[in-house]
């Protein structure tokens, strides 16, 4: 067995974004006179937005739109608050520079995981970045690796995939890819 090609999740794989996070969507919360306490946000980390949204009992459709909206506006005023995984970082570097493929696949939003990785200066690292509305089912289904996998010509064989979350693991697993647990 050969690996080719290494995927990594974002938020709490590469780069631990929970305190960022947190504290953009409580601001959002806070422009619309809503409340989230960290040990809510925590329950709901790592869900898509709209589980997010349902989970906290947000069900209107303006609401939902006005915090994703003030949500992605003042997130990058957080980004000094991330805690990049600097050894994971460090041998996706050199396992690109080696010649095998790299990508990021997040269900995070397309705007927000580019500013991200340009922040922490790691969007020339990947081949490839695929982001939630890149796909129509979120994790735990498989689409979001077999959709890398497909677009980069790798087999599930020659891929290792790199998760954090129970929903990321379980996404890892049924694409058929290799994959460990990453613990920030």
């Known amino acids: 067995m050969e690996i080719k090609l290494l995927i990594t999740d974002f938020d709490g794989t590469l780069v631990n974004t929970f305190k960022a996070n947190y504290h953009a969507y409580r601001e959002a919360f806070d422009a619309l006179g809503l409340s989230l306490s960290e040990t809510q946000y925590r329950k709901c980390y790592g869900l898509r937005f709209d589980g997010f949204m349902d989970a906290m009992g947000i069900d209107d459709k303006e609401t ?39 990508s990021v696949a997040s269900t995070a939003r397309g705007k927000n995981l580019t500013n991200a ?23 735990p289904s498989p689409e979001i690796y077999n959709t890398v996998m497909a677009r980069m010509g790798v087999n599930p064989d020659e891929t290792l995939i790199f998760e954090d979350s129970e929903v990321g693991l379980r996404a890892a697993q049924a694409s058929g890819a290799h994959y460990i647990k990453i613990n920030l």
């Open 64 to 102: 939902r739109k006005l915090i994703r909206a003030h949500k992605g506006d003042c997130y990058p005023d957080y980004f000094d608050m991330f805690e990049v995984n600097d050894a994971l970082l460090g041998f996706i570097r050199m396992f690109r520079q080696s010649g095998g493929k790299t």
């Open 117 to 139: 990785l340009n922040h922490i200066g790691a969007i020339e690292d990947f081949d490839l970045i695929l982001a939630g509305e890149d796909v129509v089912e979120g994790k």
